[in-house]
């Protein structure tokens, strides 16, 4: 059996693809470009954390977790050419796809950008997707880590996966609204529209994984050698708000809250995500849907304010004199919106949540610290900036 995982050069899926190998005596096959690296370096940052090359992660996975049933493949999932050799060759029974531009504000940038974002998400999807149908590999499971910014923010609470929809005296369910309010979540919104379509006229399996924002440094697998950390981005494009807020904390920045920041958003923690792409990638045949199913990759709803505060308190443990501070927020959103989302199918997958917010934040200083003077040496990444076309 073989298991691909796309992304396997990212934050999210390098470690995903180090517990599924740990955990079978499958072949485990990351793909990736290395584009995540060359956007970050494009906008003039670069990972908090030295992010080591795949030949020497692999030597070390080996040498630390006995690995040997995991290796790397690179090549670009937007071009047709390469997945249909990818396929072919490989045949996997699963496939854990988590490749894509995964940033919202580095799509927003200008025309160039968003249509980037959306030809290099969707296009390697589609091409996934087609090609397990002109290969006939549909019992081939499918999994995509899409987002939870798919439902945008609607004033209820967020159904896992489908809504109701009522006309005229008669209900029935329906795909929730696309709804998102970037570029780069519109390309997790027409993804989850192809996928449905990829099962409703192929009968792949499909688990629709919608991710929250991830935080944290490490997981299991990962503490045991540098080389085999993930990235960890802080500035404004790629760092998510609560990676930015402990980077701005270790700089000796105040914590910049936009607006009054009581919006809630999801959060999961980098070792609970990575888990449940674990727990759907092993699934015996006969034990997982051959459905499509859709599950909130979120574990709690956490407002901005109570990120920074606890930043703040954290920090105290790390001797950091940490300040919060409200600015003039640059994006449309509502500042006191209460998200409420539902994730007991989710919750069921993983079991006990791993790791809480604060436990996260405090892993992510123990690191940080560590490589305060590369941060220090980018802190004007940490708000939105001119880029040269």
Known sequence: MTIIVTGGDGYIGWPAALRIATRTDDRVLAVDNFARREWVEEVGSVSAVPVSWMDERLDVAEEVH???????????????????????????????????????????????????????????????????????????????????????APEFPIPEGGAVMENDG???????????????????????????LAHSQFDIPISDVRTAI??????????????????????????????????????GYPVTVYGKGEQRKPFISLEDAVEGLAQ????????????LTVYN?????ISIVEIAETIADVGDEFDLDVDVEHFENPRDEDETHKMEIENGKYEALIG???????GGVRDIFETLTQYDDTIEAHEDRFLPGVLED
Request: no cysteine.
């Open 66 to 152: 006995g690995v040997t049933n995991l290796s790397f493949v690179q090549g670009d999932l937007a071009e047709k050419s390469f997945v249909e050799e990818l396929l072919a060759v490989h045949e996997p029974e699963v496939i854990v796809h988590a490749a894509a531009q995964p940033s919202a504000p580095y799509s927003q940038i200008n025309g160039e950008r968003a249509n980037y974002t959306q030809h290099n998400n969707m296009q390697a999807t589609r091409n996934l997707l087609w090609g397990l149908e002109e290969h006939d590999l549909n019992d081939t499971h499918f999994i995509e880590t899409t987002t939870t910014g798919v439902y945008g």
């Open 170 to 196: 008669e209900r029935d369910e329906v795909p929730f609204p696309a709804m998102a309010g970037s570029w780069y979540h519109l390309t997790k919104s027409h993804d989850a529209a192809n996928m449905r």
């Open 280 to 291: 759907l990638a092993l699934a015996d045949p006969d034990d997982r849907p051959d459905d």
């Open 214 to 251: 991830t935080y944290g440094t490490e997981t299991e697998e990962t503490r045991d050698h540098d080389a085999l950390k993930t990235r960890f981005d802080f500035d404004y494009y790629f760092g998510t708000v609560g990676h930015r807020f402990a980077a701005q904390a270790v700089a």
């Open 352 to 358: 006990e949540q791993a790791q809480d917010f604060e």
């Open 297 to 301: 990759q979120v574990t709690r709803a």
